[in-house]
């Protein structure tokens, strides 16, 4: 275990850093020079992090070390008689073919037409040399690589360009010069055959910037976007925040073979292709927005990451969620900001709230870990962003962008912690904002008492929040948070009040952010001239869990009403949850029919954008509905929200649907413009509603959909249609579309996603069978998250079968993928997570297999890890 508390500054610093290179695919050779630098106050023995490595030579200040001189065991080089300036150089030699962890050195695609290169965050640099490879160690970067110039035109590395030539039998060298100091995670290379898509930037103080973006050949056409949403991002970079790019260069890679979604190394950014590749042939609106978003996200950690690094790996919120929260803001401005919230806010409570609810929960700053890489979290990056949206909105927009000029600007070529940021943005407003260190601190979503009381002769309303710790772990004794309530208050029919505070004397307004910094508090609300509607937590302003006693028609008309997209959708979300458990409990449902009737005057409301409309007319997940479960059921589950839709789909009217799908596929355009990217997202809600009504009609408007598609959005919807509503059209369809996708690794990972969550109890079958493609593999973590990820995750009625085969089928993968990849094993493994709260011969089942598997000899430490959390 590695404690926050134990950290310590580093003994040994390197101010330099010179690499050279001498790639092949099966061996290349590093010749590794780092300048040391000792700290005088400390006295320990100089010790280098090193994985896995074969040591070629190693000497000391141009003197060759003998074997007594030095020790190499257990991941770490001693080596003894080094001083202050001393020049340590070795030569290790590495197998990138070999490498199936893609972490360190590694080869991407085949041995014959592969590219090699490299990933280091977090500690993948120690499988490339010997290094203190720790963040908070910065050094100048020199980076020479060679190669032969016929299998590897192309020598990428961070930094600017400085040199290349020729040499001997049809080899090349170029070399790369790094002008900021940076931590090893973000060294990076890449060589092989790429091409290139280029565009002159110019920043907005005055530096000509390249941009490249490398793909292999057949996919280079499909870097047009991401090139737009690199400018876009940059742009806004500079005109939010004042940030402007640092390089001459800018080089973005695509690879298939990558263990998350893209990786923000020093001027040399790695992504997954599906993160940068688009086209509207083989790409989703979803996937449009999510490219813009990774990309965006990458490149602000050029400065939130980069130029400002984390001291230690326990403050990797600092870097993450504070990147995306940048990158929300980015896509807000870029896209429609409520659509935006909703998508994110879902995102959270699908992904971090069950994850905090159950034994992998860990604070956004943990205070220990075993392997790092575990903890690239939802809870880390997602709530992580929750808590900067907070501080942003206590300090407002000017106040929020002073403090963030104060961050960077103190911070600059610093390895910084929370505290540092929390300071910074408190000191630049002359505000204490340590109070909110507490949201880093623990783990559990908070819940959020709220009740209302209207005096009818006094004109007042008196709201009563109070708040509660999530259970366990001391619960009961940790200090309240500071929690903002954003509200309004709204008049039964439908208008906003004005808002005065009692005690408060500024003028009034309708919307105002309230601060519950105790355990519990009354506000009082004066001048209230009827009984009001409070809309509360506005736009989602703190991660919590909201009770607030509503009665449906309060709801129905916050529904209707709100002009807050994100909390007219969220009413709507709290309906269609109490209309679920009314049906779970068989009992008469004001709520059911609340929610069906606004819903349908929604429906027939043509002021409404499309694609809120879709977002509203979509009830909670089947993930957020088992949160409000005590013995989960996730066949009941999904039958239930089948029922709850079913009921909406009978509300609206078959004809009123085929009407409405009608009027939507009028229009055939693929551009990616809001207006119409909303037709098309409502037209796939549209349908699937249709299809719970009349089975063969929709399949048919889908088999047509499907045929006629004009892009991959609406084929995707209707293949997916179809399959999941088991048409007797969906098997032609598969084969066609795997015919027309042949060759086009993306689609093919949507061809077997759409069947891994095929509902119920077929899907298991379905799996196994696909697991028998050739196209499969458990080398290619894309692969392995469209099949498996995909059933484990996203399709919990397939997933969690009662006689637990589902179970053993994954833990039985999670061996084998182990041995490959033990990142991408523990990711999927957290699918166990929250096994305790399934119905007993569910949770039996879960238990027997994720006990035999704990005591499986041989696992990774990070699938180690997992599994043993699991089990608590
Ligand atoms: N900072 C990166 C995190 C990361 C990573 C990326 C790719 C492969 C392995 C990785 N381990 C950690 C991604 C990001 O948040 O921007
Ligand atoms: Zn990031």
Same mark, same amino acid.
């Given at each position: 275990?590695?404690?926050?508390?134990?950290?310590?500054?580093?003994?040994?610093?390197?101010?330099?850093?010179?690499?050279?290179?001498?790639?092949?695919?099966?061996?290349?050779?590093?010749?590794?020079?780092?300048?040391?630098?000792?700290?005088?106050?400390?006295?320990?023995?100089?010790?280098?992090?090193?994985?896995?490595?074969?040591?070629?030579?190693?000497?000391?200040?141009?003197?060759?070390?003998?074997?007594?001189?030095?020790?190499?065991?257990?991941?770490?080089?001693?080596?003894?008689?080094?001083?202050?300036?001393?020049?340590?150089?070795?030569?290790?030699?590495?197998?990138?073919?070999?490498?199936?962890?893609?972490?360190?050195?590694?080869?991407?695609?085949?041995?014959?037409?592969?590219?090699?290169?490299?990933?280091?965050?977090?500690?993948?640099?120690?499988?490339?040399?010997?290094?203190?490879?720790?963040?908070?160690?910065?050094?100048?970067?020199?980076?020479?690589?060679?190669?032969?110039?016929?299998?590897?035109?192309?020598?990428?590395?961070?930094?600017?360009?400085?040199?290349?030539?020729?040499?001997?039998?049809?080899?090349?060298?170029?070399?790369?010069?790094?002008?900021?100091?940076?931590?090893?995670?973000?060294?990076?290379?890449?060589?092989?055959?790429?091409?290139?898509?280029?565009?002159?930037?110019?920043?907005?103080?005055?530096?000509?910037?390249?941009?490249?973006?490398?793909?292999?050949?057949?996919?280079?056409?499909?870097?047009?976007?991401?090139?737009?949403?690199?400018?876009?991002?940059?742009?806004?970079?500079?005109?939010?925040?004042?940030?402007?790019?640092?390089?001459?260069?800018?080089?973005?890679?695509?690879?298939?073979?990558?263990?998350?979604?893209?990786?923000?190394?020093?001027?040399?950014?790695?992504?997954?292709?599906?993160?940068?590749?688009?086209?509207?042939?083989?790409?989703?609106?979803?996937?449009?927005?999510?490219?813009?978003?990774?990309?965006?996200?990458?490149?602000?950690?050029?400065?939130?990451?980069?130029?400002?690094?984390?001291?230690?790996?326990?403050?990797?919120?600092?870097?993450?969620?504070?990147?995306?929260?940048?990158?929300?803001?980015?896509?807000?401005?870029?896209?429609?900001?409520?659509?935006?919230?909703?998508?994110?806010?879902?995102?959270?409570?699908?992904?971090?709230?069950?994850?905090?609810?159950?034994?992998?929960?860990?604070?956004?700053?943990?205070?220990?870990?075993?392997?790092?890489?575990?903890?690239?979290?939802?809870?880390?990056?997602?709530?992580?962003?929750?808590?900067?949206?907070?501080?942003?909105?206590?300090?407002?927009?000017?106040?929020?962008?002073?403090?963030?000029?104060?961050?960077?600007?103190?911070?600059?070529?610093?390895?910084?912690?929370?505290?540092?940021?929390?300071?910074?943005?408190?000191?630049?407003?002359?505000?204490?904002?340590?109070?909110?260190?507490?949201?880093?601190?623990?783990?559990?979503?908070?819940?959020?008492?709220?009740?209302?009381?209207?005096?009818?002769?006094?004109?007042?309303?008196?709201?009563?929040?109070?708040?509660?710790?999530?259970?366990?772990?001391?619960?009961?004794?940790?200090?309240?948070?500071?929690?903002?309530?954003?509200?309004?208050?709204?008049?039964?029919?439908?208008?906003?009040?004005?808002?005065?505070?009692?005690?408060?004397?500024?003028?009034?307004?309708?919307?105002?952010?309230?601060?519950?910094?105790?355990?519990?508090?009354?506000?009082?609300?004066?001048?209230?001239?009827?009984?009001?509607?409070?809309?509360?937590?506005?736009?989602?302003?703190?991660?919590?869990?909201?009770?607030?006693?509503?009665?449906?028609?309060? +709801?129905? %008309? !916050?529904?209707?009403? =709100?002009? $807050? &997209?994100?909390?007219?959708?969220? #009413?709507? /979300?709290?309906?269609? *949850?109490?209309?679920?458990?009314?049906?779970?409990?068989?009992?008469?449902?004001?709520?059911?029919?609340?929610?069906?009737?606004?819903?349908?005057?929604?429906?027939?409301?043509?002021?409404?954008?499309?694609?809120?409309?879709?977002?509203?007319?979509?009830?909670?997940?089947?993930?957020?509905?088992?949160?409000?479960?005590?013995?989960?059921?996730?066949?009941?589950?999904?039958?239930?929200?089948?029922?709850?839709?079913?009921?909406?789909?009978?509300?609206?009217?078959?004809?009123?649907?085929?009407?409405?799908?009608?009027?939507?596929?009028?229009?055939?355009?693929?551009?990616?413009?809001?207006?119409?990217?909303?037709?098309?997202?409502?037209?796939?809600?549209? +349908?699937? %509603? !249709?299809?719970?009504? =009349?089975? $063969? &009609?929709?399949?048919?408007?889908? #088999?047509? /959909?499907?045929?006629? *598609?004009?892009?991959?959005?609406?084929?995707?919807?209707?293949?997916?249609?179809?399959?999941?509503?088991?048409?007797?059209?969906?098997?032609?369809?598969?084969?066609?579309?795997?015919?027309?996708?042949?060759?086009?690794?993306?689609?093919?990972?949507?061809?077997?996603?759409?069947?891994?969550?095929?509902?119920?109890?077929?899907?298991?079958?379905?799996?196994?069978?696909?697991?028998?493609?050739?196209?499969?593999?458990?080398?290619?973590?894309?692969?392995?998250?469209?099949?498996?990820?995909?059933?484990?995750?996203?399709?919990?009625?397939?997933?969690?079968?009662?006689?637990?085969?589902?179970?053993?089928?994954?833990?039985?993968?999670?061996?084998?993928?182990?041995?490959?990849?033990?990142?991408?094993?523990?990711?999927?493994?957290?699918?166990?997570?929250?096994?305790?709260?399934?119905?007993?011969?569910?949770?039996?089942?879960?238990?027997?297999?994720?006990?035999?598997?704990?005591?499986?000899?041989?696992?990774?430490?990070?699938?180690?890890?997992?599994?043993?959390?699991?089990?608590?």
């Amino acid at each position: 275990m590695i404690r926050l508390c134990d950290y310590r500054a580093p003994a040994w610093r390197v101010e330099t850093v010179e690499l050279d290179f001498d790639l092949g695919i099966d061996a290349s050779e590093l010749r590794s020079r780092l300048r040391l630098r000792r700290d005088p106050a400390q006295d320990a023995p100089l010790r280098l992090d090193g994985e896995n490595l074969q040591l070629l030579s190693i000497s000391l200040d141009g003197v060759p070390l003998p074997a007594t001189a030095y020790r190499y065991a257990g991941n770490v080089l001693e080596v003894d008689g080094a001083h202050d300036g001393s020049v340590l150089e070795t030569r290790v030699r590495l197998r990138p073919a070999a490498n199936t962890a893609l972490e360190g050195l590694y080869l991407s695609g085949s041995r014959e037409a592969g590219f090699l290169l490299t990933q280091c965050e977090a500690e993948g640099f120690r499988h490339i040399t010997f290094f203190p490879d720790r963040p908070d160690v910065l050094s100048s970067y020199t980076v020479t690589l060679r190669a032969d110039r016929e299998r590897f035109p192309v020598l990428l590395a961070g930094g600017n360009p400085d040199g290349a030539g020729e040499l001997e039998g049809g080899r090349h060298w170029a070399r790369f010069v790094d002008p900021h100091p940076k931590p090893s995670y973000l060294f990076a290379l890449v060589a092989g055959r790429l091409e290139v898509l280029e565009r002159d930037y110019v920043t907005a103080d005055g530096r000509a910037v390249q941009l490249k973006i490398w793909a292999e050949a057949d996919a280079i056409d499909r870097c047009h976007y991401a090139m737009d949403a690199l400018e876009r991002s940059m742009r806004w970079d500079e005109q939010a925040y004042g940030r402007n790019y640092d390089l001459d260069v800018f080089h973005v890679v695509a690879t298939h073979d990558f263990n998350m979604g893209a990786m923000e190394n020093k001027g040399l950014n790695i992504f997954n292709a599906k993160c940068l590749l688009a086209d509207p042939d083989s790409t989703t609106d979803d996937e449009y927005r999510h490219v813009e978003a990774v990309v965006a996200h990458e490149y602000f950690h050029n400065w939130s990451g980069n130029r400002v690094t984390c001291r230690d790996w326990f403050q990797l919120s600092l870097k993450e969620g504070l990147t995306v929260f940048r990158e929300q803001s980015f896509s807000a401005d870029m896209n429609s900001a409520p659509l935006k919230r909703i998508e994110d806010v879902s995102l959270l409570r699908r992904a971090q709230f069950p994850e905090d609810a159950g034994p992998l929960a860990h604070p956004v700053r943990p205070a220990q870990y075993s392997e790092i890489n575990n903890f690239y979290t939802a809870t880390v990056y997602e709530k992580g962003s929750e808590l900067v949206r907070m501080l942003a909105g206590a300090l407002g927009q000017d106040g929020f962008r002073r403090g963030m000029d104060r961050y960077f600007e103190r911070n600059d070529g610093r390895a910084a912690t929370i505290e540092d940021f929390l300071a910074a943005l408190g000191e630049a407003n002359g505000t204490d904002l340590t109070p909110y260190l507490a949201w880093y601190g623990q783990a559990g979503t908070p819940r959020l008492k709220a009740h209302g009381q209207y005096d009818a002769a006094a004109h007042t309303y008196t709201l009563s929040l109070g708040q509660r710790a999530p259970g366990g772990n001391g619960a009961e004794a940790r200090p309240p948070l500071p929690i903002p309530v954003k509200l309004a208050l709204f008049t039964r029919h439908g208008d906003m009040l004005p808002l005065h505070l009692d005690g408060q004397t500024s003028g009034s307004s309708n919307e105002m952010v309230v601060v519950l910094d105790q355990a519990e508090r009354d506000f009082v609300f004066t001048n209230v001239v009827t009984a009001p509607v409070p809309s509360l937590l506005r736009g989602f302003s703190a991660p919590v869990v909201l009770e607030c006693d509503y009665a449906p028609d309060e +709801l129905a %008309l !916050l529904l209707a009403h =709100d002009i $807050d &997209g994100f909390n007219r959708w969220e #009413a709507g /979300q709290q309906l269609a *949850a109490r209309a679920y458990e009314n049906l779970r409990d068989g009992n008469a449902s004001d709520a059911l029919l609340a929610w069906c009737d606004a819903l349908a005057s929604l429906f027939g409301n043509a002021t409404i954008d499309d694609a809120l409309l879709a977002d509203l007319l979509t009830p909670p997940g089947e993930v957020e509905l088992a949160e409000r479960e005590s013995a989960i059921d996730p066949q009941r589950i999904h039958q239930l929200r089948q029922e709850l839709q079913q009921r909406l789909a009978a509300r609206l009217g078959a004809d009123a649907l085929r009407q409405r799908y009608a009027a939507l596929a009028a229009h055939t355009s693929i551009a990616l413009d809001a207006v119409s990217q909303a037709r098309r997202r409502l037209k796939r809600r549209v +349908l699937e %509603l !249709l299809a719970l009504l =009349d089975r $063969d &009609g929709a399949a048919e408007l889908a #088999a047509a /959909q499907f045929r006629d *598609a004009p892009g991959m959005t609406d084929r995707l919807a209707a293949l997916s249609v179809l399959v999941r509503g088991g048409a007797p059209q969906a098997s032609t369809a598969l084969l066609e579309y795997r015919a027309r996708h042949a060759g086009d690794a993306l689609a093919l990972d949507k061809w077997f996603a759409v069947q891994a969550q095929l509902p119920g109890e077929p899907a298991l079958e379905r799996v196994q069978l696909l697991e028998r493609d050739d196209a499969f593999t458990l080398k290619n973590p894309n692969r392995v998250q469209s099949l498996l990820g995909a059933f484990v995750r996203n399709n919990p009625s397939g997933f969690h079968r009662i006689d637990g085969a589902g179970y053993r089928l994954l833990a039985e993968r999670l061996v084998s993928l182990d041995a490959l990849n033990p990142q991408v094993a523990a990711r999927l493994a957290t699918a166990f997570n929250g096994w305790q709260r399934l119905e007993s011969r569910r949770r039996e089942a879960a238990r027997t297999v994720i006990v035999e598997l704990a005591a499986h000899r041989g696992l990774s430490r990070n699938l180690a890890e997992i599994i043993g959390s699991v089990l608590n």
